[in-house]
């Protein structure tokens, strides 16, 4: 078959409707069938400047060229606090752990779906937070989200670090009241935990449909506070810049920012330090 001429066709496409995704998957499926990968991903790119939020695209990017899809919570990831002993026992004295960091990132498409990116670094003051921290479960739909764990790690006391784990699903449905529920956990088992560690933990939680059954609408409830004190805890939130957020601030002291990203995008960012735990 003439395939330079397919390929022209398939080109052709991508500039008379620039916007459909689909046409620059079609020719990217293409220039991989003729071995021209790097320009298969050039494609790649510019579908999923139409759909970020789909996954699997993503993932076959990855495929092609491992290590050439940019990851947005790269920039997101920050350093907790730094806190002495001292410290530590004067504030949290009667905690079993606390979190040195608590950050939640989402970001919004224009679609209206959205994917959140999480890093929580906790402090370990006693055998029962080990034993509490020995797995940590992150709730999702699977029919329309996926967890994605990025990193989870044990920095002992002595500086050495573990960087192994497992994950396993687990159904929070309760049969026997007859309660059944299409959310489940992500539950991320740690490898041994000891007081005087610091665990830390990344995850993406991405909304996998393709469409938004609710238009483009976006909405979200962020809880604060936890069962556990924090010591810095941020929330950010990061959406095109012609769509209009509705927000109801929190009553906390907190400090709040809002500012304009490299890709022209609005951040707004609301920070705590020394939240105390809720029962």
Known sequence: GDIEGARKDRALLTQMVPGESSYWIDLALHDVESGKNSSALVSISKALALEPQNADLEAYAEHLSPGSTPRPEDAWVLSPPHMTDEQHNALYAEEDYFYLLDQKVTRVFPSGLKTTFVQQVLKVRTDVGAASLRTISVGYTPDSQQVKVKQARVVKADGSVRETWQTYEQSLSEPWYNLYYDYVAAVIVLPEISAGDVVEI???????????????????????????PKALAQFSLVYPPDRTIHVRHPTLPHEHVQTTNAEGHTVQTWSFQKLDSVP
């Open 202 to 228: 990344q995850y993406t939680i991405e909304q996998t449909t393709g469409t938004n059954i609710l238009g483009d609408y976006f909405g979200d409830i962020i809880f604060v506070q936890d069962e556990a």
